[in-house]
């Protein structure tokens, strides 16, 4: 039997991949296909954290835009993520796939607080950790956080699952049909390109801890599974 590629990897999810084509709110019915492919790669014993952005149900920038105090707005995101990160779990029990929601945030009466060590154990035991709640600091978006939990937890790697983008491009493939597809990136080239992969402090944080990322399109059925099995799909970007 091949084995996977990797062991032990942070599943990147953004607000987006829980609402479907609407945009906005929170889908099961989405949410289900995303976990029949969780539920694969789970199955192969690769152990599993995933974060979950917030964009979905509100940004802070949004909040700024429209005149709130930026940090105000910032925690109203990080307490999205929570949401979605609940209804995560939720499909993925009901699917018999044990986890916890770790928030880095306090909230004892829904979820554990992040604690490294607890995080890493449940891992080992073959539950799935979804982080909630970003970094629990406002101005830092859930890359960042995706970046500094897989240094603190020594993933392999992290799978930054894109909606309907099948890697990096030079530029917007939906507005510029010259624009071109990068198969492999250094983390120096997507900041000093200014390259739309995760915000600059993520892709600081990623290469100074020389954590790879691959960029794949999270809508193309069995694509989490082609990556974990080491299938060259989508753009790597490393350290
Ligand atoms: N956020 C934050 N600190 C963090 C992570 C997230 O303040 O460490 C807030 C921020 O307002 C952000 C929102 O939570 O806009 C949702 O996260 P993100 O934009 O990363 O979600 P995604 O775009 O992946 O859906």
Redesign the pocket.
Known sequence: MVEPKYKRVILKL???ALAGKVGFGINPLVIKEVVQEIKEIHALGVEIAIIV????I????TGAEMGMERAQ??????L??VMNSLALQDVLENEGVPTRVQTSIEMRQVAEPYIRRKAIRHLEKGRIVIFAG????????????AALRAAEIEADVILMAKNNVDGVYSADPQKDTTAIKFTELTHLDVISKGLQVMDSTASSLSMDNDIPLVVFNLNTPGNIRRVIMGEDIGTTVRG
């Not at 509100?58 to 920038?61: A, D, F, K, L, Q």
């Not at 970003?134 to 956080?145: A, I, K, L, Q, R």
């Open positions: 953004s607000g987006e952005g917030g964009g979905n509100w940004r802070g920038t707005a910032d925690y109203m995101g990080m999205a993520t970003g970094t629990g600091n406002p101005y830092f978006s859930t890359d960042t956080t």
